[in-house]
T-cell receptor, first 111, second 115 residues
Framework: GNSVTQMEGPVTLSEEAFLTINCTYT??????LFWYVQYPGEGLQLLLK?????DKGSNKGFEATYRKETTSFHLEKGSVQVSDSAVYFC??????????FGIGTKLQVIP | DAGVTQSPTHLIKTRGQHVTLRCSPI?????VSWYQQVLGQGPQFIFQ???????GRGNFPDRFSARQFPNYSSELNVNALLLGDSALYLC??????????????FGPGTRLTVL
């Protein structure tokens, strides 16, 4: 079956530091890949997505590239802010639009 | 436009009781999915409904059931509640046009606590 593996947190960074959260996947066919963000006490918000190999999703300074050869979709941001503190979920969409999520990576950005 | 809405926001029940959670999708969206998120974990897929028919089901017991109404809103029902059913229940909607490229938009969730 489909699965998503992402680095476990928590990740603690200073403001303006570079962020990388690793994500790899196992899937049949050609899934779409997503990063969702969950702020404390809230539901999930779509951060970015990519629907085919070599696509780059980007939003609010975050980027991730769909790498079929390495089955990866790593999340990056050049300069994090305190407001980026949240839990980040890597996910893929398979049959019947079933979204399979990773365990989530908690990011804490300190001033 | 309004996003996905869910009710109630919070709910406290005791073991053995029954609960009904409600979801209204984004206008124009015909697909609704339900997820369970236990504290500290990623959401787990429960059901997907499209045009009032169940299209997919996750690895959950028969105590969990759902339905979708003609206006595309949906209910999730859980019978004989167990302590382990305590979780955040998330509803997501999408256009339903494509299995793999559609984006699901999530509601704020219903926090269920079973005592």
């Amino acid at each position: 079956g489909n699965s998503v593996t992402q680095m476990e947190g928590p990740v603690t960074l200073s403001e303006e530091a570079f962020l990388t959260i690793n994500c790899t996947y196992t899937a049949t066919g050609y899934p779409s890949l997503f990063w969702y963000v969950q702020y404390p006490g809230e539901g999930l918000q779509l951060l970015l997505k990519a629907t085919k190999a070599d696509d780059k999703g980007s939003n609010k300074g975050f980027e991730a590239t769909y790498r079929k050869e390495t089955t990866s979709f790593h999340l990056e941001k050049g300069s994090v802010q305190v407001s980026d503190s949240a839990v980040y979920f890597c996910a893929l969409s398979g049959r019947y639009q079933k979204v399979t999520f990773g365990i989530g990576t908690k990011l804490q950005v300190i001033p | 436009d309004a996003g996905v809405t869910q009710s109630p926001t919070h709910l406290i029940k005791t073991r053995g009781q029954h609960v009904t959670l409600r979801c209204s999708p984004i206008s124009g969206h015909k697909s609704v999915s339900w997820y369970q998120q236990v504290l500290g974990q990623g959401p787990q897929f429960i059901f997907q409904y499209y045009e009032k028919e169940e299209r997919g089901r996750g690895n959950f017991p028969d105590r969990f059931s759902a339905r979708q109404f003609p206006n595309y809103s949906s209910e999730l029902n859980v019978n004989a509640l167990l302590l382990g059913d305590s979780a955040l229940y998330l509803c997501a909607s999408s256009l339903g046009l494509s299995e793999s490229t559609d984006t699901q938009y999530f509601g704020p969730g219903t926090r269920l606590t079973v005592l």
